[in-house]
């Protein structure tokens, strides 16, 4: 999935970084932040190899390096889920699988474009 993903955002001039594990999303932030280049809308995958995805929305918290945006996707469609996102600080939850032109026109409007 995370493949395609890029393949998605790729296509319409996003500069796209994938991360499969909280740790790889942490070196990532931290990368970002290195380069004074920092990231502007992260889809944070609930279900991670080695953690939660709110988990790296915390750790970016904690090193002032949170994105502009942070939306949580998930499998799961039920309020507590729904609320332990928003509580975390996601801007939305989406429930997978979302359709491509969905996600794209979201993309578009987090990031204050026409995408």
């Not at 889809?43 to 904690?62: E, I, K, M, P, S």
Request: a negative charge; proline letters at 4%; aromatic letters at 0%.
């Amino acid at each position: 999935m995370s493949s395609a993903l890029r393949i998605l955002l790729e296509e319409t001039g996003r500069r796209v970084t994938i991360a499969a594990s909280v740790r790889a999303a942490d070196e990532a932030i931290a990368a970002a932040r290195a380069a004074g280049d920092p990231i502007a809308l992260a889809l944070l995958d609930l279900t991670l190899a080695d953690g939660d995805g709110l988990d790296v929305l915390d750790r970016a918290r904690q090193r002032g390096a949170l994105p502009g945006v942070a939306v949580a996707m998930t499998g799961h469609d039920d309020p507590a889920t729904r609320q332990r996102c928003l509580a975390a600080g996601c801007a939305e939850v989406l429930v997978k699988p979302v359709p491509s032109r969905v996600l794209l026109a979201r993309v578009g409007e987090w990031l204050g474009d026409a995408s």
